[in-house]
């Protein structure tokens, strides 16, 4: 009887690590998931950008052509905005890459607390301004 009890704690040490690595597999996805949704966002905010950027190219090249007054306000204020947006993404992402290493570090045992200056450099950024 001895074989088959070490094949049975063989077999349940197996089954634990399996579920363990499930698990961590699992975390893992979700964390590149969220990465992916965010890089989608960061190339929908720089596509608007770039076309912001080239409708205001057209307008400064009609006015001068024709030389008439032109007004660029609401073109520099959507580019600011986009800009901020695409900053503030991009920041979003660098943040949740720290995150993602300190879940390793602490899945390996390597426990440490974020820092004041680490909590000082989140950005929260609501759905409702991702729309």
């Known amino acids: 009887m001895s074989l088959l009890d070490d094949l049975k704690i063989n077999f349940e040490n197996l089954n634990r690590q399996l579920t363990e690595a499930k698990r ?9 998931k969220e990465t992916a949704s965010i890089r989608l966002e960061i190339l929908k905010q ?12 057209k307008r400064a090249y009609d006015a001068k052509k024709e030389d008439a007054d032109i007004l660029y306000g609401d073109y520099i204020e959507k580019i600011d905005e986009a800009t901020a947006r695409l900053h503030a993404l991009e920041l979003s992402l660098k943040i949740e890459n720290v995150d993602s290493q300190r879940f390793d570090d602490a ?25």
């Not at 597999?25 to 590149?32: E, F, G, N, R, T």
């Not at 899945?107 to 729309?131: A, C, F, M, V």
């Open 24 to 32: 961590v597999i699992k975390l893992k996805s979700l964390d590149i």
């Open 46 to 57: 720089s596509r608007a950008l770039d076309n912001l950027y080239k409708d205001l190219g």
């Open 107 to 131: 899945y390996s045992g390597n426990i440490s607390e974020p820092t004041k200056e680490d909590r000082e450099n989140y950005i929260y950024i609501d759905e409702k301004d991702l729309k």
